[in-house]
């Protein structure tokens, strides 16, 4: 399962994604693909100059059962402490 949030995503990627994804609100894509295309899409939402950020969380064989990936500057970061990945909000 994979699950991406992106804020203001761009016509042409919502496209894409929604080939592979359901879009469960704007911006907000769900579906279950391979590795490799999951991969694909990824590198094509990092490619996207007018993404403002991107969140990509999968499953993932440790403690959590899932791995994030973050682009750009999404309101929320993730970050890592001994192993166990976080999200924190930053105040303006």
Do not use: H
């Not at 001994?82 to 924190?88: R, S, V």
Request: glycine share 8%.
């Amino acid at each position: 399962m994979t699950v991406i949030a992106m804020d203001a995503a761009p016509e042409g990627v919502r496209g894409e994604l929604t080939r592979w994804f359901l879009e469960l609100k704007p911006g907000v894509f769900i579906g279950k693909v391979n590795t490799r295309i999951r991969d694909l899409l990824w590198e094509r939402i990092c490619q996207t100059d007018a993404a403002n950020g991107a969140v990509m969380a999968y499953a993932a064989p440790n403690e959590q059962g899932f791995s994030l990936r973050v682009f750009g500057v999404p309101k929320r970061r993730v970050n890592d402490f001994e192993g166990i990945q976080l999200i924190t909000i930053q105040k303006d």
